[in-house]
């Protein structure tokens, strides 16, 4: 069976920043994208960022500039590296695995910026 297992959160003062780690357990064959989403409380999930298995990548407005999205792919690992993180980046952060077959996701890790 396979899992998510994201790592990498926490709480940090505004300015500050986070490394997310996400990593697959078991065999997960043929990843096309992996993605970060965040969710915040009384908010919809939204995508953050994601990258394709070509290594293209795309991000939300909010956070372009600021994060930064990369893979490993003989480990079967996605990373966000979150530089000036604000308030409002404040939410649970989930990783995506998209495969032919089907989406996997983590369990959620939380993010917290304190003002």
């Known amino acids: 069976q396979v899992q998510l297992v994201e790592s990498g959160g926490g709480l940090v003062q505004a300015g500050g920043s986070l490394r997310l780690s996400c990593t697959a357990s078991?065999?997960?064959?043929?990843?096309?994208?992996m993605g970060w989403y965040r969710q915040a409380p009384g908010k919809q999930r939204e995508l953050v960022a994601d990258?394709?298995?070509?290594?293209?990548?795309n991000y939300a407005d909010s956070v372009k500039g600021r994060f930064t999205i990369s893979r490993d792919n003989a480990k079967n690992t996605v990373y966000l590296q979150m530089n000036s993180l604000k308030p409002e980046d404040t939410a649970v952060y989930y990783c995506?695995?998209?495969?032919?077959?089907?989406?996997?996701w983590g369990q959620g890790t939380q993010v917290t910026v304190s003002s």
């Open positions: 995506n695995f998209g495969t032919r077959v089907r989406d996997y």
């Open positions: 078991g065999s997960v064959f043929s990843i096309n994208t």
């Open positions: 990258i394709t298995s070509g290594g293209s990548t």
